[in-house]
């Protein structure tokens, strides 16, 4: 049986440029984040969804090419008619295509939703390779450094822990889950943003 070499060090980086999204795929990162900050249109059309007050949700299964765009015909549909909507369609597309980029993705999936209350209050990692999360409108995931909680600790209700990292609206994060390749017991720690602040969020994962 041959067992996959895991580095003793884990790290997670973050940068300016989406250029730093490729870094999640050295062994030792397991989690690349993009601290963009979004174009105010793109603002102002999350905060127009999420004080529609409904819970708006889109999934789907998409096939993808290196070499085409990625097609997302009535995403979101019942927001078509707000000011921004064709900005927002093409900078999800634009990040399906960077997404399949980075991994030479034949088959994604995609998940937009409109949250009011945790998802996942409790930290965690992820059963999947590599996950995209951005929040357009209200705060993103939280996540801790690799040692700050044993994992076995992960099965309490919710244990003690300090400096708890943050993701902001408009960061795009790509986070390594337990799934990748020689990442067993490395996955990422994170969770679902305290509180009941409503939020619009984006997830994709790489299906083949």
Request: net charge negative.
């Amino acid at each position: 049986m041959i067992v996959a070499h895991k580095p003793v060090d884990i790290f997670q980086v973050s940068g300016d440029s989406p250029q730093v999204l490729t870094e999640v795929l050295q062994d030792n990162v397991n989690l690349a984040v993009w601290r963009r900050r979004m174009p105010a249109q793109l603002e102002d059309f999350a905060q127009l969804v999420v004080s529609l007050g409904q819970p708006l949700a889109d999934q789907r299964v998409i096939d993808v090419d290196e070499q085409q765009a990625p097609a997302l015909p009535g995403l979101l549909h019942e927001t078509a008619d707000l000011q921004g909507y064709e900005s927002f369609v093409a900078d999800v597309a634009w990040l399906v295509a960077a997404y399949t980029c980075l991994l030479g993705a034949r088959r994604l999936g995609l998940r937009l939703r409109v949250l009011d209350a945790p998802m996942c209050p409790r930290f965690h990692v992820d059963h999947v390779p590599l996950r995209l999360l951005t929040s357009y409108a209200g705060p993103g995931s939280e996540w801790l450094q690799e040692g700050a909680i044993g994992r076995r600790e992960l099965h309490q209700a919710m244990p003690a822990v300090d400096n708890i990292q943050r993701l902001q609206a408009g960061h795009v994060a790509v986070l390594k889950g337990e799934k990748w390749r020689g990442n067993e017991g490395a996955g990422l720690v994170h969770r679902s943003p305290s509180g009941h602040q409503r939020r619009l969020l984006l997830s994709l994962d790489w299906l083949a």
